[in-house]
């Protein structure tokens, strides 16, 4: 029944100067907070005397691990993945870190993104006689670092080497024969930050890991570059870069948290933006503002504060709910949303009631939603996204549809006004979005909603499409 976006991991790295503190403990708290980026399984792999030890399960953070794992997991440098899978199957064999120990290379790899040749290189490495322990695209990355160490012995060399072969997003950490490395793939269309104390150093998919362990924002890690930290000592190497990034837009609309700053810029802020753009693109004439929980309310807030149209809590949001099936009936389909989301009937009863949402996909759930507040009494429902008209899959870890699935393809207001069901519909204009992400057009990703992508895309991941 998704009609929501997935994104694929999120991922934490923690170096202690001091070698007698175990990491594992700080590793747990970063990927709890970055548990909304990916809730099928999580991992942490620690350091200790040239040894890496590692676990990981299926489920959420609080599942896979308790105190006793913790306590045994010592070590002063390690590193954590929470996943949503994108490539490859929900399995246990497909939770990282990856660890694997080949010759003269002991690397412990955890990685956020999708490359878009991976096929080709996975099929090269299957000829050279690799086995694959996952069906992952981060598999192929560890094996790609793997053989290059081995060939040259220099592990900036064989990362350099690696990413040049990479077409897509990536962010990874990986810990390579007891030295921490941090990278970001040329175009940044990952995030990946860096914090700090006196004690350590933390790079992780979002800062509020950092707000969580008590620990500085720094800056994000660049574009292209790989961050070494080796006893003690950071060295910053960068990768040639095309001169311009390719953020993506969707990390600020929906998948970050609020109270994030990513790419160096407050999520909160841009989402705040996004909603007084909305109130100058669609005045609309309405007794009550209420927003799509949770990711929509900044937006409302300030769409409530730009047009003097009163704020409420119209939608209220199970947070007790975690994944549901795949529904076979529309009447299931209906009967899931409503386990996650329920309505405010006072708030919304005989009221001319505007809905904000971040984004619409396949616009299913946003039917039911719509459905929900007429039952509940509305006398006019307008929605307004605070994302221009997807009409493009994304190709860069984005579970998202295929074209055929996505609601504004070939479809015009009116058509998408009738199917989801309310009196108007109004996406913000591209050029509302690009001005209230404050990011110059050139260094986004827009490539969802305008079909111009930032990497060639193989012909093959097209016509998979089809
Ligand atoms: S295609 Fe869309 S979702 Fe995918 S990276 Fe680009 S902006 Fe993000």
């Known amino acids: ?38 809730q099928e399984s999580a991992g942490i792999s620690v350091l200790k005397e040239g040894r890496i030890n590692t676990h990981v399960g299926m489920g959420l953070v609080s599942d896979v691990f308790d105190k006793d794992l913790i306590d045994i997991l010592n070590g002063n440098v390690g590193i954590g993945h929470v996943r949503y899978s994108t490539t490859g199957e929900s399995l246990v064999e497909n939770c990282q870190p990856f660890v694997e120990h080949k010759d003269d290379i002991i690397i412990a790899f955890a990685h956020n993104g999708d490359f878009v040749n991976s096929k080709l290189l996975r099929d090269e490495l299957l000829e050279s006689g690799f086995d694959f322990k996952s069906t992952t695209d981060s598999e192929v990355i560890c094996h790609l670092i793997i053989d290059e160490y081995n060939k040259t012995k220099d592990a900036i060399i064989a990362i350099q080497n690696t990413c040049q072969r990479l077409i897509g997003s990536y962010s990874f950490v990986t810990v390579i024969n007891g030295v921490l490395y941090a990278v970001r793939d040329p175009l940044g269309m990952k995030p990946l930050s860096i914090g700090r104390s006196d004690d350590f150093v933390v790079i992780a998919s979002e800062s509020v890991a950092f707000d969580s362990l008590d620990i500085a924002y720094e800056r994000t890690i660049e ?23 390719a953020n993506c837009m969707f990390e600020y609309l929906y998948f970050a948290r609020p109270d ?6 407050s999520v909160y802020e841009v989402r705040l933006n996004i909603g007084e753009r909305l109130a100058k693109e669609y005045p609309i004439e309405a007794d009550v503002v209420i927003a799509v929980p949770d990711s929509s309310i900044p937006a409302t807030l300030a769409y409530a504060r730009a047009s003097g149209i009163p704020y409420a809590e119209g939608l209220i949001k199970n947070r007790y709910v975690g994944r549901t099936f795949i529904m076979p009936t529309q009447k299931d389909r209906d009967t899931a949303v409503k386990l996650k989301m329920n309505t405010v009937s006072s708030v919304l009863k005989d009221k001319r009631v505007i809905v904000i949402d971040d984004s619409v996909v396949r616009g299913t759930t946003s039917r039911t939603i719509i459905k929900m507040i007429r039952e509940a009494g509305a006398k006019e429902v307008h929605l307004l996204i605070g994302c221009p ?19 504004a393809v070939d479809r015009t207001n009116e058509e998408i006004r009738d199917i989801i069901g309310v009196d108007s519909v109004g996406y913000i204009s591209m050029e509302g979005l690009v001005e209230s992400i404050g990011t110059p057009r050139e260094d986004l990703c827009l490539g969802c909603i305008t079909e111009e992508y930032p990497t060639i895309i193989p012909p093959e991941l097209y016509k998979d499409e089809e």
């Open 223 to 245: 574009p292209g570059e790989i961050l070494e930290i080796k006893d003690g000592v950071e060295t910053s190497h960068k990768m040639p870069t095309p001169g311009h990034t």
């Open 1 to 38: 029944m998704q009609d929501c976006l997935q994104d694929k991991c999120g991922i934490v790295g923690i170096y202690s100067y001091e070698e007698s503190v175990d990491v594992a403990s700080w590793i747990y708290s970063g990927l709890y907070t970055l548990q909304h980026r990916g």
């Open 260 to 265: 994030s700053i990513i790419f160096d810029k």
């Open 389 to 407: 008209e997807i009409i493009s899959p994304c190709y860069y870890g984005i579970a998202m549809a295929t074209k055929e699935e996505l609601l």
